[in-house]
């Protein structure tokens, strides 16, 4: 059996990290491909990749929100009242 494939069923979470965080950085993966592999391989259990998941989700949204209320602050200062609505937690 390959290396790989020993790997892959040793710690399954490791491709499921690898795949999800290539998904998301798509052209920019390749820039971050040590560093996804070594955080890959230190998730062991479900909750472990559930959680570092949730984590970047949290990351992205509170980057989106930011820009977002920068860009509402400057339309208000152009005399623009910007409402943003959507889905709250």
Do not use: C, W
Not at 55 to 72: C, P, S, T
């Amino acid at each position: 059996m390959s290396n790989g494939l020993m790997s892959l069923f040793s710690n399954p979470q490791t491709h499921f990290i690898k795949k999800t965080m290539f998904e998301l950085l798509r052209d920019r993966y390749a820039k971050h491909e040590q560093i996804v592999e070594r955080i890959s391989h230190s998730m062991v259990t479900e909750k472990d990749t559930k959680d570092f998941l949730q984590m970047m989700v949290d990351i992205y949204e509170i980057g989106f929100m930011k820009a977002v209320e920068e860009q509402r602050e400057k339309l208000a200062q152009l005399g623009y009242d910007v409402k943003i609505t959507g889905r709250t937690n």
